[in-house]
């Protein structure tokens, strides 16, 4: 599945602007960390970008609906992966597609977060202080903090290493939450 595919079938099911903000993000990071472990970026873009397609239109069946199209496609790698981008459906992580959509979707929606809140939004952002706010319950209440840490555990770094390289993946590309 290409890229602008994806962007299609993606926005078939979605038009918030939240939402596919969210996916774009997503699908950057995603497209940073297979750079950096020498996997197929445009795989692990569209696998970014399509895991909460389903989740406007279809909410009490995600990610069923998502899964079922991709596997109806062929693209089994990337229907696993969305299947498991949470950790209370029990779904194991297999692989590291799998490792890093858990570990990136939750906490790269609250780095965008942070950065909304600041005049100069990713621009000189440090993991420092999104540790601060991750503390903050009321900031973001909506984001699964105990998502976040499993992920951590799974990709097996440390969290701050992980925000900086989110931070940077998306400094890349402001323009993302700015819609």
Known sequence: MTYE????????????TSLLRHAFTVSQVMRKYARKYGEDEELWAVTGLLHDADY??????????I???LRELGEQEIAYAISAHYTKWGVPHKSL???VLLACDELTG???ACAQVRPQGFEGMRSKSVTKKLKQKS???KVDREEIHRGVELLEVPI??????????????????NN
């Open 110 to 112: 609250f780095i965008v």
């Open 97 to 99: 597609l799998d490792k």
């Open 67 to 69: 899964v079922d199209k």
């Open 139 to 141: 900031f973001a209440a």
């Open 160 to 177: 701050n290493e992980h925000i900086d390289f989110i931070i940077l993946a998306l400094q890349e590309r402001q323009d993302l939450i």
């Open 5 to 16: 595919s994806a962007k299609e079938l993606l926005q078939q099911w979605t038009k918030g």
């Open 56 to 65: 406007e239109a279809f909410p009490e069946d995600h990610p069923n609906r």
